[in-house]
Structures are given as C-alpha cells and as structure tokens.
C-alpha cells in the first residue's frame, strides 16, 4: 500500500518531532510494508529506508491515498 502523509491528526509538536526524526513529515511518500499481528506496529518504507512506529503513532496519520 502506497500513499503521501498530509498530516497529523493530533499536530502536538512532540507528535511531529518523533515523527520528523523517523523521516516522516509532510507530502513524505511512504509504503507500508507490514502490520505486526501481535501488536498492530507498523513497518513503513521511504525512499528505500525501513521504520516502524507504533500502532498509535499510526492510528493519527492522516494519508492521501
């Protein structure tokens, strides 16, 4: 699954620090590449980099599908 991120939902500044330091900022083109069964963490790709971020870092993405 492909998409852009357009935001987070939350836009706590410590929300969009974590997700900055994981290259993951606005119009980021990403690839999820795994959900975790156990603990619904995901893997995500960019530009041909891994990271994961937990399921409710997750769950305040806002994609552009």
């Given at each position: 699954?492909?998409?852009k991120i357009n935001n987070d939902r939350r836009e706590?500044?410590?929300n969009l620090?974590?997700?900055e330091k994981?290259?993951?900022t606005l119009g980021t083109q990403i690839t999820i590449v795994e959900i975790a069964s156990y603990d619904h963490?995901?893997?995500l790709e960019t530009a041909g980099k891994k990271?994961?971020?937990s399921r409710q870092v997750a769950k305040n993405l806002l994609l552009a599908i």
């Open positions: 699954f492909q998409s706590k500044i410590e620090n974590y997700l994981a290259a993951l963490s995901v893997t990271s994961n971020i």
